[in-house]
């Protein structure tokens, strides 16, 4: 159990960021209340091992936490989608770029659609890069992987995110016709 002054420094330190975590948990599960449920989880584990944490940077701490608790809670309840491959064939088209449009009118409904298609590690770096502003050091940290791999996956999901919008407004476009 924490003292009374490592419960003081938990709240300063720690509860900043939650917001991150909700934001982490909420794109990687998809769900609201589940990313509540693990998000309070994840904040209720970075609070038990607090006095394990030796500084440096909260954020990326609590951040590890909450992708940890997720990718538990998706391997219990959907172990499937931690399997699943991205379909490079059936998201293939040839069409403009939808992405520039939907950003420019305004239609984040669009692009978050997209971006939830994605299977949960795309959609775990992309949310990391581009919501939370994590650089590729802290995303390297928080997931484990080499700033390489993370650079190189940040890649491959910025195209899979491409590849998802344009599908997705050909398919729009040819049944309105």
């Known amino acids: ?4 002054h490592q419960k003081i420094r938990f709240e300063q330190v720690v509860l900043p960021h939650l917001d991150a975590a909700f934001n982490l948990a909420r794109w990687l599960l998809r769900n ?7 998000a309070q989880e994840a904040m209720l584990r970075a609070f038990r091992f607090f006095d394990q944490f030796r500084g440096g940077d909260a954020r990326g701490w609590l951040l590890q936490i909450v992708r940890n608790s997720c990718y ?10 931690l399997m699943s491959e991205f379909n490079e064939e059936m998201h293939h088209t040839s069409a403009p770029e939808p992405e520039t449009l939907a950003v420019q009118s305004g239609d984040r409904a669009y692009l978050m659609q997209a971006l ?8 775990e770096v992309l949310v990391l890069r581009e919501l939370e502003g994590c650089s590729y050091k802290e995303i390297a940290e928080i997931t484990g992987v080499p700033m390489g791999t993370v650079m190189s996956t940040l890649s491959r999901s910025r195209e899979r995110l491409h590849k998802v919008l344009t599908g997705t407004a050909a398919r729009e476009a040819s049944s309105e016709l």
Not at 73 to 79: A, E
């Open 116 to 123: 939830e298609s994605l299977p949960p590690r795309s959609r």
């Open 72 to 81: 538990s809670w998706l391997d219990k309840h959907h172990p499937a989608e």
């Open 1 to 4: 159990m924490l003292e009374a």
């Open 32 to 38: 609201r209340a589940d990313a509540e449920d693990v």
